[in-house]
């Protein structure tokens, strides 16, 4: 008797023994890493891969330099993956391409508006208007005292006080401040002044246009008469000299005429005489020291010009 014995099995199938090759390319500034290890191109473009081991491309851009993308057997920006090869061997030709960043744009060519303009109105400020006194050397010697309206003229008389001169509402207002600052008077009624000129008597002469119509005592708010020297010489020009014994007077009206300086004693109302000066004319001045001004015509440089006799009369 037989026994029939089953053939063996056929043998199993040989393992997958396909590899994957991968070649790649780089054109520009980067660099194309693998994981797992084996591609670093820039230096090594080739590698193979074991049979069944997928690759992972990774592109990057150096300094200067900006991934355009892949071509050949992976395309677009991201990173590239490769299949694992089976049975078979498989070969893949990737490319990266990597490009110079554009530099960036000029500037704007320089607005010569910059800055010229505001970028918005601020609310305004209230201007608030105040009286102080300062030396010869710019430090204040008096308070500072707000005043409740503008001035347009000042005259100092020869103790200092200060009276203030304002055009509101359609008339001419004076003020007195001491030389403290501190408020004397209130406002009252002035002839319309161009000049506030101190006298040695005490107070303030006012001159109205071309004459002389008043004076207005010391830290007081009312208007005098001239005193008699001066009242026969209102159309002239003046100025204290001797250390207040005396007047100059000049100008039109001056019994002196053009180009002369009468000296004049207040008390007795005696013409001294007549000092004739050299082109002096109503446009001349006295200093306070005493100094006489004359003032030229014009150079040709277009400068001005003045004759001084310094301290002539003091």
């Given at each position: 008797?037989f026994?029939?014995v089953p053939?063996?099995?056929p043998?199993?199938?040989p393992p997958?023994?396909?590899?994957?090759?991968?070649?790649?390319?780089?054109?520009?500034?980067?660099?194309?890493?693998?994981?797992?290890?084996?591609?670093?191109?820039?230096?090594?473009?080739?590698?193979t891969?074991?049979t069944?081991v997928?690759?992972?491309?990774?592109?990057?851009?150096?300094?200067g330099?900006?991934?355009?993308?892949?071509?050949g057997?992976?395309s677009?920006?991201?990173d590239?993956?490769?299949p694992?090869?089976?049975?078979?061997s498989?070969?893949?030709?990737?490319s990266?391409?990597?490009?110079?960043?554009?530099?960036?744009?000029?500037?704007p060519?320089?607005?010569?508006?910059?800055?010229?303009?505001?970028?918005?109105?601020p609310?305004?400020?209230?201007?608030?208007?105040?009286?102080q006194?300062?030396d010869?050397?710019?430090?204040?010697?008096?308070n500072e005292?707000?005043?409740?309206?503008?001035t347009?003229m000042?005259g100092?008389?020869?103790?200092?006080?200060?009276?203030?001169?304002s055009?509101?509402?359609g008339?001419?207002?004076?003020?007195?401040?001491?030389?403290d600052a501190?408020?004397?008077?209130?406002?009252?009624?002035?002839?319309?002044?161009?000049?506030?000129?101190?006298?040695?008597?005490?107070?303030?002469a006012v001159?109205?246009?071309?004459?002389?119509?008043?004076?207005?005592?010391?830290?007081?708010?009312?208007?005098?008469?001239?005193?008699?020297?001066l009242?026969?010489?209102?159309?002239?020009?003046?100025?204290s000299?001797?250390?207040?014994?005396?007047?100059?007077?000049?100008?039109?009206?001056?019994?002196?005429?053009?180009?002369s300086?009468?000296?004049?004693?207040?008390?007795t109302?005696?013409?001294?005489?007549?000092?004739?000066?050299?082109?002096?004319?109503?446009?001349?001045?006295?200093?306070?020291?005493g100094?006489?001004?004359?003032?030229q015509p014009?150079?040709?440089?277009?400068?001005?010009?003045?004759?001084?006799?310094?301290?002539?009369?003091?």
């Amino acid at each position: 008797m037989f026994t029939l014995v089953p053939p063996p099995p056929p043998p199993p199938p040989p393992p997958p023994s396909g590899k994957l090759i991968v070649q790649v390319r780089v054109t520009g500034e980067g660099d194309v890493r693998s994981d797992p290890a084996g591609i670093d191109c820039g230096q090594t473009c080739d590698a193979t891969f074991a049979t069944g081991v997928s690759a992972r491309l990774v592109a990057t851009a150096r300094a200067g330099s900006t991934f355009d993308g892949w071509s050949g057997d992976c395309s677009g920006t991201d990173d590239c993956v490769l299949p694992g090869a089976g049975d078979a061997s498989h070969m893949v030709h990737v490319s990266a391409k990597f490009v110079a960043v554009p530099p960036p744009p000029p500037p704007p060519p320089p607005d010569e508006c910059a800055g010229l303009m505001p970028s918005s109105l601020p609310a305004p400020v209230t201007a608030v208007l105040t009286y102080q006194r300062f030396d010869a050397g710019g430090r204040p010697v008096s308070n500072e005292v707000r005043l409740d309206r503008t001035t347009r003229m000042a005259g100092v008389d020869l103790d200092g006080n200060a009276l203030l001169a304002s055009f509101a509402a359609g008339k001419w207002q004076g003020r007195w401040l001491a030389r403290d600052a501190t408020p004397l008077t209130w406002w009252f009624d002035l002839p319309a002044p161009s000049a506030l000129d101190p006298l040695v008597e005490g107070g303030l002469a006012v001159r109205s246009d071309s004459n002389y119509v008043g004076v207005v005592p010391d830290g007081e708010a009312r208007q005098t008469g001239l005193p008699d020297w001066l009242d026969s010489r209102a159309s002239t020009k003046f100025a204290s000299i001797r250390q207040g014994k005396a007047y100059a007077s000049w100008a039109s009206g001056s019994t002196c005429g053009p180009g002369s300086i009468e000296i004049v004693v207040p008390s007795t109302r005696k013409s001294c005489g007549c000092l004739s000066v050299p082109d002096f004319s109503p446009s001349g001045s006295i200093g306070v020291d005493g100094s006489v001004i004359v003032p030229q015509p014009a150079p040709q440089n277009g400068k001005c010009a003045y004759s001084l006799y310094p301290q002539l009369l003091r």
